[in-house]
């Protein structure tokens, strides 16, 4: 009997730890003293690239960030560039994304980047991992209505720019990111 109230309090512990806020996370930079939260799982979208090797693809990872500065909030989205056939060239993995559109139900956003380095945004590291060592990282400034506009959407894709244009679709159905994403609007959004 007493072993088995251990097993259920053990259950029920994990359980309210479980709730709200496992999707999302928020940490200080020590740095530079802003208040960054993001949810701990990124969108990722896919482009086949078969032409270059038989299972070649180009990935991006897209995740949002607020940025508090004592009370001072903005909104951004970070890209994490990479494929699966190693380039060493670093410019030629940003290029076509100095400005995305980003199509939610088929409602285009425009977005230029703020920069390929988290002190775009007023951090001094990425709160996201690089999904790989060669990825590129790109920030974007973003609005809250924008956001909203991705959470509630049920089709988005990314589209790069420049001379070869290329689209990116929704890797799977990406359910603990797109609640992870409501999550965030949730918490961060006074």
């Known amino acids: 009997m007493h072993r088995t109230l251990i097993v259920l309090s053990a259950i ?16 200080l930079d020590s740095v530079t ?3 960054i939260t993001y949810d701990r799982a990124p969108l990722v979208f896919y482009r086949d690239d078969s032409g270059k090797a038989a299972y070649a693809r180009n ?7 607020e ?15 990479w494929n699966t056939v190693d380039e060493a060239d670093y410019e030629r993995t940003r ?6 559109t980003i199509f939610a139900d088929g409602e285009p956003l425009s977005l230029e980047v703020s920069g390929w380095t988290a002190d775009a945004i007023g951090a001094s590291a990425s709160v996201y991992t690089k999904p790989v060592a060669s990825a590129a990282d790109a920030y974007y400034e973003i609005t809250v209505d924008h956001l909203r506009l991705l959470a509630e959407a049920k089709d988005v894709r990314v589209q790069s720019t420049g001379t070869r244009p290329r689209i990116y679709e929704p890797w799977d159905d990406q359910v603990a990111a797109k609640a992870g994403l409501r999550e965030f609007l949730r918490k961060s959004v006074y």
Do not use: M, Q
């Not at 940025?67 to 560039?81: A, D, S």
């Not at 290029?95 to 995305?100: L, T």
């Open 59 to 65: 990935l991006l990872h897209l995740g949002p960030i």
């Open 12 to 27: 029920a512990l994990t359980a309210s730890c479980a709730g709200a806020g496992e999707l999302t996370a928020s940490k």
């Open 33 to 35: 003293g802003v208040t």
């Open 95 to 100: 290029d076509g994304f100095e400005s995305i």
């Open 67 to 81: 940025v508090n500065r004592t009370g001072t909030f903005r909104y951004y989205l970070w890209l994490g560039i």
